[in-house]
């Protein structure tokens, strides 16, 4: 019974609230976990300026699953075990573990190999690599914008040099206005993705695509995942042998394990043409996520990768002896996102058409549970746009040809998110295939004056690989919050509030790390020295020195592969028995994904034995074996680098798991 001077809950209604414990929904965003989420970023982002930026030992973001945001996940989920019988309170809930998962991986895809990690190779190659004997300070300097370019000698010179300091000497005032309106193009960039995503989002749904990276996460942070045997089993399969392989780099008399990628050429003539030589990787977690890919979409890439090779030996044996030429793959990739974009805008039209009322009449939809108001994307998908064309006119361009290279850029980047919800291969690059690129070989260089040869050259992060774009994080992300059930709407403020962290800390990760080695030292491994930085760099001298003509086959490799793919897509649309997708002849052009055709085509071949003799349920017992795989490799991988880093050991490449 209350003390006489106590009010009992009846008379005092709010004394008995502000005695009750405070109930969280189980699917509510936090604070807390947006706060771990927000520190993990910058300890990223050193993590991978320092294995991909300058051992080069590993690469946790060439891949569609980031092993680092994977083994993150693995060790909050054994914090919640520890805490679960320690103090249940502090035990995250699903929801939170996917938020801190999403805002590792958004913040890794712009520090990692393929973003923001060229872009400061090339400011910092366009001025410290400039020689009289190059004449680049003569011919280029003049069309630089000075607002997006790092200039000062003394910053670059210490910045080859090493052992110095990005805090000392006034260095990082010299980057700070570069990095500051770079940051805000790069903003602009996650924000016309995000409001594509978020556009697209519901259309994809209804055609009930696959997200299989997403899957990944979603099954790790389901209930009682752990207690299955087939995972462990798996799990064990793939670390054993990394170990092992750990081991032999440290001890050599300790026998290796063949596990990884090899090449192995053909015999001449053939081995004449790169594209030819027949890559073997068997990385463990490759086979993993091949268990996830949609049977048909693989039927449909093995085909076209089986033809795209075989019109390559015919080209050959007729002469044809440089690669990149006949029959033009990569050109017929380029030209075949376009169809593949007219295919998906097709399908969407009456959703969009939907959409487009609604801003214009007082028909509204029903977009409560969407990452934002289908307004606020279609006019922030609008005035994102227009930031970044007025960007690229304030670096070079005259504004017709920014907005033929942007309309092109969107364009595959909408291309490339559709592969990645549709699809789900472990990589996709269009290597060197972007509108940069297109605009070369459709008009010639001379078409297009030093200033915009120049921006091509500084918007070369956008087009080198077009494999880890935000969006692609995003439209994962998506996926999980609303296969979690959590508030869409509050997602779309943690991915930007991520992105923009990401961004800050990756120029601050690569520039503190490089002050302290230097570009020239033998201890800078990465690809910076040798790809990042000199590909553009020589591109730009070649366009200013050579004049070129406009390539003719090339404009009809681009016609015809979006010509071809809008027939697949129309054949796979108005017939049930079609078996090709368009997006398999599309990613039959890729190199990076032609590495994976045999564990790719073992896997094709195992389940599509177990889906005829034990059908769906046989799929999803042996499920848990192939999450394993990924799981152990990741984990391996993980504590390899965390070894390395801890004793300098500077561990070669070859025992790592990157590299795709």
């Known amino acids: 019974m209350p003390a ?24 509510a965003i936090t604070w807390r976990a947006v706060l771990v989420g927000a520190g993990l970023i910058p300890f990223t982002a050193w993590w991978l300026a320092q294995i991909e930026w300058v051992r080069y030992s590993d690469n946790a973001t060439t891949s569609a699953l980031f092993f680092n945001a994977v083994a993150v996940l693995l060790l909050l989920l054994a914090y919640n075990a520890l805490a679960g019988r320690v103090a249940p309170r502090w035990v995250f809930s699903r929801v939170e573990l996917l938020v801190i998962y999403i ?42 914008p000075r607002h997006l370019v790092v200039l000062d000698p003394g910053a670059i010179k210490d910045l080859f040099a090493g052992g110095s300091s990005l805090y000392a000497h006034g260095h990082w005032r010299a980057w700070l206005g570069p990095v500051a309106w770079w940051g805000l193009f790069a903003m602009l960039l996650v924000w016309v993705m995000l409001c594509l995503a978020s556009l697209l989002r519901r259309q994809w749904d209804a055609e009930r695509l696959n997200y299989p990276i997403a899957e990944v996460p ?16 798996g799990f064990g399969l793939a670390t054993i042998p990394q170990l092992i392989n750990l081991v032999h780099v440290l001890a050599p008399e300790v026998p290796e394990i063949p596990v990884g990628g090899h090449y192995f050429p053909p015999a001449y003539p053939w081995s004449s043409n790169w594209y030819l030589w027949v890559p073997v990787f068997l990385f463990p977690f490759i086979f993993g996520l091949a268990y996830l890919l949609p049977q048909q979409l693989l039927l449909s890439w093995m085909f076209f ?39 998906i805008l097709w399908a969407a039209r009456g959703h969009l058409k939907a959409v487009w ?17 289908y307004r606020t994307a279609a006019w922030g998908l609008a005035v994102g746009a227009l930031g970044l064309l007025a960007f690229a006119i304030g670096a070079g361009m005259r504004p017709l040809t920014a907005c033929v290279y942007l309309g092109i850029f969107l364009v595959i980047v909408l291309a490339v998110a559709r592969i990645r919800a549709e699809l789900g291969l472990p990589t996709y690059e269009l290597f060197r295939g972007g509108p940069d690129d297109m605009l070369r070989r459709i008009a010639g260089p001379q078409a297009w004056n030093r200033h915009e040869l120049t921006a091509f050259g500084l918007f070369y992060w956008l087009t080198r690989t077009h494999r880890q774009y935000p969006i692609l994080t995003s439209v994962d992300a998506l996926r999980m919050g609303n296969r979690a059930r959590a508030p869409l709407r509050t997602m779309t403020p943690v991915i930007l509030v991520a992105s923009a962290l990401g961004i800050a800390a990756a120029f601050w990760a690569m520039l503190h790390v490089t002050y302290q080695i230097g570009f020239d030292s033998a201890r800078f491994k990465g690809p910076a020295t040798w790809a990042f930085g000199p590909e553009p760099f020589n591109q730009l001298l070649q366009d200013f020195q050579v004049q070129g003509r406009r390539d003719v086959p090339a404009i009809f490799a681009y016609l015809f592969g979006a010509a071809f793919t809008v027939f697949l897509g129309a054949m796979r649309a108005r017939f049930v028995w079609w078996p090709f997708h368009p997006i398999g002849y599309l990613v039959s052009s890729s190199y990076g994904a032609y590495r994976l055709w045999l564990p790719v085509c073992i896997v094709w071949i195992f389940k599509g034995f177990l889906l005829r003799y ?9 499920l848990p074996f192939f999450l394993g795989l990924i799981l152990g490799e990741f984990s391996a991988g993980f504590l390899r680098t965390l070894i390395d880093l801890a004793f300098n050991l500077y561990l070669p490449r070859e025992s790592g798991i990157g590299g795709l």
């Open 4 to 27: 006489p001077t106590d009010p009992t809950p009846e008379e005092n209604p709010s004394a008995s609230r502000a005695a009750a414990p405070r109930q969280v929904s189980p699917n």
């Open 103 to 144: 805002m590792v991986t958004t913040g890794s895809v712009l520090a990692g190999h393929d973003q923001l990690a060229i872009l400061v190779s090339t400011l910092a190659f366009f001025a410290g690599r400039a020689t009289p004997e190059n004449q680049f300070a003569t011919l280029v300097h003049p069309y630089l």
């Open 218 to 233: 979603l099954a790790i942070t389901s209930e009682g995942f752990f207690r299955q045997r087939l995972l462990w089993l």
């Open 305 to 343: 990768l089986a033809m795209s090779r075989s019109s390559m030996v015919i080209a050959v044996m007729l002469g044809s002896r440089e690669t990149g030429r006949f029959p033009f793959m990569m050109q017929q990739g380029a030209g075949s996102t376009f169809g593949l974009v007219a295919v």
């Open 357 to 373: 009322r609604s801003l214009w009449t007082r028909e509204s939809l029903d977009d409560a549970d969407e990452p934002m108001a």
């Open 614 to 622: 034990g059908g769906l349920r046989a799929y999803r017992r042996a």
